[in-house]
């Protein structure tokens, strides 16, 4: 009778064990997943779709100032935007920001949830 009861509890403590293992093994596949997409994917796409919008508005910008008469050398649309943001203090805000983002999934990846 005992040595039933051996037998039954180990291969319910087997199954349970190999259960937690699929899980375990799911959790850190899922999770390397999202860490691989997050630091390779995301960045390569956010890239692209600024690069897009910034040929577009560049595209835009110089067909209505070559309705004007003005070449391109005479006015640097970059450079003035730069001198915009820099003086709004956008570089310093983004730079902020993003690393608040950051932390927070560090964080979050920390924890577990």
Not at 26 to 55: E, Q
Not at 78 to 85: F, L, P
Request: net charge neutral; glycine share 8%.
């Amino acid at each position: 009778m005992a040595l039933g009861a051996a037998v039954l509890l180990g291969s319910l403590l087997t199954g349970i064990s190999k259960l937690l293992t699929v899980e375990f093994v799911k959790f850190i596949a899922f999770r390397a997943l999202i860490y691989t997409g997050m630091t390779l994917i995301l960045p390569v796409i956010l890239y692209n779709v600024w690069s897009l919008i910034l040929s577009e508005t560049l595209a835009y910008v110089t067909a209505h100032v070559g309705d004007s008469g003005l070449e391109g050398s005479m006015i640097q649309l970059v450079g003035i935007a730069a001198w915009c943001a820099g003086l709004l203090r956008i570089p310093d805000a983004v730079s902020f920001l993003l690393s608040c983002a950051l932390c927070r999934f560090v964080i979050s990846m920390v924890r577990g949830v």
